[in-house]
């Protein structure tokens, strides 16, 4: 990988990119609140399994519209978009990842990324998933899907672990001990989804759309999902 892609990597998976990822929990904090998650050990099983999740679903959904960008497939996009928008279960998970792509998609046209013609399709899209704005910056900065990839992985990996820490909380060691551990999920969630066919996708998490529920009305919040 080239420099200079790398270091737009980096930037497209950055923590400090301003999306508002730091908001949202994904119903970690709803699990936390139930007791399903209480400590490292829990906490690491909780977001290994959302890796594995990932794998099945979104991210191959992401990968598809990396290819549909460079393509300027713009009806796979809007197909897509739409699937991705439908999966999403609870009222806050649906706006969270509105939120977040509006946000990116936002960010994408501002810093000019992209050819101008494609930057207003993207802009065209309303309300826009998440990794459709992800796949469409990916695209514009000339990221190979396998890394895109990963990298998005890691940066969903990172912020859970974040939320772990405020919500639980746990020790900043005890964060690293569970990003360094699931170094090797990330891999093997990338792999599966690189791998992955559409008969064999699928987003079947009943508890998560529970927790999230429930998460709206929860007393006391840190988070927005």
């Not at 679903?57 to 460079?70: F, I, Q, S, T």
Request: glycine fraction near 6%; hydrophobic fraction near 50%; include cysteine.
């Amino acid at each position: 990988m080239a420099l200079p892609d790398l270091a737009a990597l980096l930037q497209l998976a950055s923590p400090a990119l301003p999306i508002g990822a730091f908001s949202y929990s994904q119903a970690l904090e709803a699990a936390i609140e139930t007791g399903l998650v209480s400590d490292a050990d829990s906490a690491r099983c909780w977001i290994a399994a959302g890796l594995d999740l990932l794998a099945g679903g979104e991210a191959v959904l992401l990968l598809r519209l990396c290819r549909a960008w460079n393509e300027s497939d713009m009806a796979a996009v809007h197909r897509h978009n739409d699937t991705l928008l439908a999966w999403r279960e609870s009222c806050e998970l649906r706006l969270e990842t509105e939120q977040m792509g509006g946000s990116l998609a936002r960010l994408a046209r501002e810093l000019e990324w992209g050819e101008p013609d494609l930057r207003t399709q993207l802009a065209g899209i309303k309300p826009i998933a998440l990794p459709t704005a992800y796949a469409y910056a990916a695209t514009a900065l000339s990221i190979d899907e396998p890394h895109a990839l990963t990298a998005w992985l890691y940066a969903w990996l990172e912020n859970q672990v974040c939320a772990a820490l405020k919500a639980i909380p746990l020790g900043q060691v005890a964060g690293q001990r569970i990003l360094y551990g699931l170094r090797n999920a990330v891999a093997q969630a990338a792999r599966r989804a690189l791998d992955c066919i559409d008969d064999d996708i699928q987003t079947f998490a009943p508890m998560l759309g529970i927790l999230s529920s429930r998460h709206e009305t929860q007393y006391s919040r840190l988070f927005r999902s």
